[in-house]
Every structure is written in structure tokens, then in C-alpha cells.
Nanobody, 123 residues
């Protein structure tokens, strides 16, 4: 199983970025993909997850209404709009079988992780 995260960068307050997680070695019909972020000084937190087997898209309260997660073939995209400086951090994608788990303290649920991509939102 391999996950490749891409799309991070520097954006102004209120701007947009799209992250992509390209997968290989697994069938996304049965696996969930989460986007988790590591903000300095805070525990890593799963903020959005997609599972075709689990009802589709899931969001934490911190990003609901601003972020949109979607799947296209073997890639899961995270469209991030209305970005805020507090969204700054390293974003990772990870996968587990079937059901999404989001929020802080869910790292142990996901056995496979991609490398992180830096998102920086300037104020």
C-alpha cells in the first residue's frame, strides 16, 4: 500500500488550496482515506475522511463548510477554501479498512500513512 500526498503550499488568508492523495495497492471501494493535520503544539487531528463504503464524506467541525473531500478513481482530493492562519500545518493522508474515524487521537486507527505536505496560510 502506498499513499502519495501533494498540493500543499503558501496561500493568503481567505485563499484556497487543493490537496491530493494518490493511492496504490488498495481498492478505495473498501478503504477509507483521511486527511489529518499536525498543527504546531497540537495533537494530530483527522479533519476530513472519505469512504465509499461508509457514506462518503466526513468533516470535523473545524473545517465543515470550508473543506470538500472527494474521490476520483484512486485519488482523494481535499479542496480547502476560506483558509485561515490556524489551518497552517503539515497535512497527511492515511488509510484504514472500511470506516472513517476523524478527530484527535485517531492516528492508531490508520495503519498506512503517506508523507506530509506543508500548508501555510499567511495572515
Amino acid at each position: 500500500v502506498q499513499l502519495q500526498a501533494s498540493g500543499g503550499g503558501l496561500v493568503n488568508n481567505g485563499g484556497s488550496l487543493e490537496l491530493s492523495c494518490t493511492t496504490s495497492g488498495l481498492n478505495l471501494d473498501y478503504y477509507a482515506i483521511v486527511w489529518s493535520r499536525q498543527i504546531p503544539g497540537k495533537e494530530r487531528e483527522g479533519v476530513s475522511c472519505y469512504s465509499s463504503a461508509d457514506g462518503g464524506a466526513h468533516y470535523s467541525n473545524s473545517v465543515k463548510g470550508r473543506f470538500t473531500i472527494s474521490r476520483a478513481e484512486n485519488t482523494v482530493h481535499l479542496q480547502m477554501n476560506s483558509l485561515k492562519p490556524e489551518d497552517t500545518g503539515v497535512y497527511y493522508c492515511a488509510t484504514k479498512f472500511f470506516q472513517c474515524k476523524i478527530g484527535a487521537g485517531t492516528d492508531h486507527e490508520y495503519p498506512y500513512w503517506g508523507q506530509g505536505t506543508q500548508v501555510t496560510v499567511s495572515s
